[in-house]
């Protein structure tokens, strides 16, 4: 019985077109453009602390001034119990300027900075800069219990991106500017030039090498110099000199705290993850909108202030935590049970503020979560060890440098910039033990950190393997094939290709999607010996040529997982779809062919 076989439908995307390369700048031209992103991005570091200072004096003490030293611990305020007023008002403002102008200004910044490389081919738009600046002041000045580098970093990036895009640079070195406006960024605010080149490569960038290195350097080096010049060199921390040798380090008790510590570090990480995410997907679900969610969130935090107030003397949780930290490395706090109190209320306080619609950073509360983490369990581990050489400021060092590790993935930036903060070397090998246990125990725990966790919820994963090439950054549709045949199961080969097989050229074959009843039931890629069968066998089913695996993916998913899937399914090509759905005929757009694929690695390979 002949079936009847359907005419070739060679069928175009109608999804977006792949950005076109517009023009590059040599690698020292680019590097020029790095110096204008990291001086401009160090002085906006400046005027970010400025306003935050304005802010704080003016709705905290009463005062107009930015001076505004964030490593004391401050008296009382003077308005008494209408300081829970100030978080109120400032997080109202915030939702009005993030929801009016720059949503993207929402949360604590590095997510965005993120999702803009990977799935928005770093665009960012120049207002974000502004309206981050204004509303990450608002809201570290009026009490919410956020940092204020996650809104430099974004500050930088948008700065990188904007001038990427007013000279209409390639989307590779746009996203070379944007990670060291970032890096820059994250450098001023610490002072901490090598703690903000390692975030940029760990962190932002997809490829790791000179033309990208270069830049980030640069970048850094002179926001870092900004920030001396205006701020001063001291480093972010005064801390006490260690006294650490390498036996004294490992000797049998302090191994045990060591193992024990990171292993806490690692779950509170995890569990600093979970909730963060608790609150942002939950505030959203109150009835009453964004204004009405923020003004409970920003209650709650003001009425902490207050009550902390009452009976310590401090509102401690509010802000960026300095105060704190500071204080536990001076030796000042050394309460089991305060600094346990702390730690479990500056978790609640930076989550609620964030899930309400706060604008600030997750840095900062990660280093006075291991502060108080790492200085309460060596008070308490004293009580069981006494001649553990840890005290209490090194083991709050130490915490500290876990926590940020652990938290964000960033390993090597959490040791590097703990180095920097402090200056002090003898520290350096219990921290990278701790690092290293607290980051493998969050990562078993759940395998995101806290930025990426963020977008897997938004359907976009960042690659953790990615540093290879920039041309991971692009998706299934930048590169796939948007000239292909649909044909109906059952229809012979010799029918499929019509006069296209009379030309015997394998190479130049279209990839065939096979179809029944509107259902995609399988590909046969080019060169799968179609060609030669077609010739000898020309009433075939078309089905026979079938690949054994089929691999599908979304138009939006980035090379890398199309690669794994790929490898996983021995497979030589993929059908793209759009949209969420289960796919269907009509929502194939195109194939990802291998010479597809090798196109793409040798457009972006540069010797």
Not at 211 to 223: I, K, M, Q, W, Y
Not at 312 to 338: C, N, P
Not at 410 to 429: K, P, S
């Amino acid at each position: 019985m002949e079936s009847t076989p359907t005419s070739p439908l060679p069928v175009s995307a109608t999804g977006p077109q792949a950005e076109g390369e517009e023009h590059r700048l040599g690698l020292l031209a680019l590097c020029a453009l790095a110096l204008l992103v990291g001086v401009a991005t160090g002085f906006g570091a400046v005027v970010l602390r400025d306003l935050i200072g304005l802010v704080h004096n003016a709705s905290y003490n009463g005062i107009l001034s930015y001076h505004y030293d964030a490593n004391l611990l401050e008296a009382p305020s003077r308005f008494g119990v209408f300081v829970a007023l100030s978080p109120i008002v400032g997080g109202l403002i915030v939702v009005f300027l993030v929801l009016r102008f720059a949503p993207e200004a929402k949360g604590h910044g590095v997510p965005e900075v993120m999702d803009s490389i990977f799935y928005d081919r770093g665009n960012i738009r120049g207002v974000v800069a502004v309206i981050k600046s204004l509303a990450s002041a608002l809201s570290i000045g009026t009490g919410a219990a956020v940092g204020r580098e996650g809104p430099i970093i974004q500050i930088g990036a948008a700065l990188g991106s904007t001038f990427a895009r007013a000279i209409g640079l390639s989307t590779w070195q746009k996203i070379t500017l944007i990670a060291a406006g970032a890096g820059a960024g994250i450098a001023a605010t610490f002072n901490t030039p090598l703690g903000g080149v390692m975030f940029a490569l760990e962190i932002l960038l997809p490829e790791v090498s000179n033309r990208t290195f270069l830049p980030v350097v640069v970048a850094t080096g002179a926001a870092t110099t900004i920030g001396r010049w205006l701020i001063g060199p001291a480093p972010a921390f005064s801390v006490p000199e260690f006294s650490f040798t390498f036996a004294q380090a490992f000797q049998a008790e302090d191994a045990i705290v060591f193992v024990v510590l990171g292993l806490l570090c690692g779950v509170a990480a995890w569990a600093f993850i979970r909730l963060l995410v608790v609150m942002e997907d939950g505030f959203p679900k109150l009835p009453g909108g964004p204004y009405v969610q923020n003004f409970v969130g920003m209650a709650g935090v003001g009425v902490a202030m207050v009550v902390l107030t009452r009976l310590f003397g401090h509102s401690y949780i509010d802000g960026v935590g300095y105060g704190v930290i500071q204080s536990i490395l001076d030796g000042g706090m050394s309460t089991v049970g305060l600094m346990a109190m702390l730690f479990g209320l500056k978790l609640l306080a930076t989550t609620v503020s964030l899930g309400c619609g706060a604008s600030g950073g997750i840095f900062s509360p990660s280093l006075y979560l291991g502060a108080t983490l790492g200085g309460g369990f060596v008070a308490l581990a004293h009580l069981a060890f006494p001649h553990i050489s840890l005290d209490i400021p090194a083991a709050a060092t130490v915490g500290m440098a876990a926590m940020v590790g652990a938290g964000t993935g960033g390993v090597m930036t959490a040791i590097v910039m703990i180095f920097e903060m402090t200056r002090n070397y003898a520290i350096i090998v219990p921290v990278i033990v701790v690092v290293a246990i607290a980051a493998g125990v969050r990562r078993a725990l759940i395998n995101e950190t806290i930025y990426t966790v963020k977008l897997r919820h938004r359907g976009h994963r960042i690659p953790k393997e990615r540093h290879i090439n920039l041309y991971l950054v692009k998706q299934a549709q930048d590169v796939m094939e948007r000239a292909f045949l649909v044909v109906t199961a059952g229809t012979p080969i010799g029918h499929a290709f019509g006069d296209e097989i009379a030309d015997e050229i394998a190479d130049d074959l279209r990839p065939i999607v096979v179809e029944r009843d509107g259902r995609v039931v399988g590909l046969v890629p080019p060169r799968s010996g179609l060609w030669v069968a077609a010739k000898k066998d020309p009433e075939a089913p078309i089905e026979r040529f079938i690949e054994s695996r089929m691999v599908v993916c979304r138009d939006v998913d980035l090379l890398s997982l199309v690669f794994a899937r790929l490898r996983r399914h021995r497979a030589s090509a993929a059908i793209v779809f759009a949209g969420e759905a289960r796919p269907r005929t009509r929502n194939v757009v195109g194939v990802v062919t291998k010479r597809a694929i090798a196109d793409t690695v040798i457009e972006n390979f540069e010797d």
